[in-house]
């Protein structure tokens, strides 16, 4: 089964609460939420006490997506809001191991993201301990980027090695994803489509969240 995890970073921030019920009700999975910090990404976006008022209004799966160096300051902050899976960047961090851990110790999930230059190589020894694998399709920073199709025979390779360890963790893809290139990535071996300004661009968000499903 396909989820679809719409990023709320491509939303109208006034309304906040709307834009995430306008989803749920279009029948989305997961909300994804972009954390930057201006220093990992050159751009800012959100923190944990934004989180906690936007658990407020549902009960969906938060997806909190870190784009911050240091992720392991911000665990405490971003479980305590209400985050159902913290995904941290193996390039962020010197203890990625240590970190997934402490992601876990709060009872919550825990995602390993690779930006789209890194190699599989970096993650590796990590797969039999988190339940996801988040593969940029852009480099991270900004929503509306063309999506990178070299990710594409990457995403195909990772599937191999959780295949061959006989692991069945979720791939997840962010960045340019829209009906075409969902159809790709899913073909590939994902199983969790980000989108954020396919769906919030779009007219009809229920139309929009359907074709992603193809
Ligand atoms: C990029 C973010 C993405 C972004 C995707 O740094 O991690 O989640 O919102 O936006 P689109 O779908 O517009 O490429
Ligand atoms: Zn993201």
Redesign the pocket.
Known sequence: MIKIAP?I??ADFSCLGDEIRKIEKAGADWV?I?VMDGNF?PNLTFGAPVVKKIRNVTRMFFDC?L?VDHPETYIEDFAAAGADQIVVHAEATKHLHRCIQAIHAKGIKAGVALNPASSLTLIEEILPDVDMVLLMT?N??????QFISTVLPKISRLRRMLDMAGLRTDIQV????NAETARQVVGAGATVL?????VYGAKDVNAAIKSLRG
């Open positions: 990023s970073l491509s994804h972009d990404v997506h784009m852009v991270p920073g900004f929503g509306g980027q962010d960045g340019g994803i980000v989108a954020g300004s396919y």
